[in-house]
């Protein structure tokens, strides 16, 4: 089994809602993106997936959220945008993109600061 890494980034401000402390108010982080794929097997020229289209494939689900208010954007605007949500969403819409027999999402970490990040993956 393979495991590939790539790291991305995006600024974007939400508001926890229901949260009684400094994080109830608007505030903005610089999150950092960190997803792992797995595969089983590489490809004819021995490589798993192009980082560069791993990267491509990982701005195209992060785009939306970049410089925006998350607490705007579905399902956030349902959900509170926590670490822990938001790195479920990304999850989710990269499981939808990279799906095939041999390459899987299997984690991915947001960061909201240096020092704290939360993790979403499955089973």
Sequence with gaps: MYELT??????????LRGYKGKCENMHGHNWKVQIN???EKLNEIDIAI?????????????????HAFLN???????????????????YDSL???INDDNLRVSAVTVW???????SYYED
Excluded at 73 to 90: H, R
Excluded at 112 to 118: H, I, R
């Design 37 to 39: 794929v797995m595969a």
């Design 112 to 118: 909201e600061s240096d020092t704290a990040s939360a």
């Design 95 to 97: 499981k939808k993109k």
């Design 72 to 90: 705007d954007i579905f399902p956030f605007t349902e959900k509170n945008p926590s670490s822990e949500n938001v790195a479920k969403w990304i």
């Design 6 to 15: 790539i790291e991305t980034s995006f600024a974007a401000a939400h508001q």
């Design 50 to 66: 192009d980082f560069n289209d791993m990267k491509d494939i990982a701005n195209e689900v992060i785009s939306p959220l970049d």
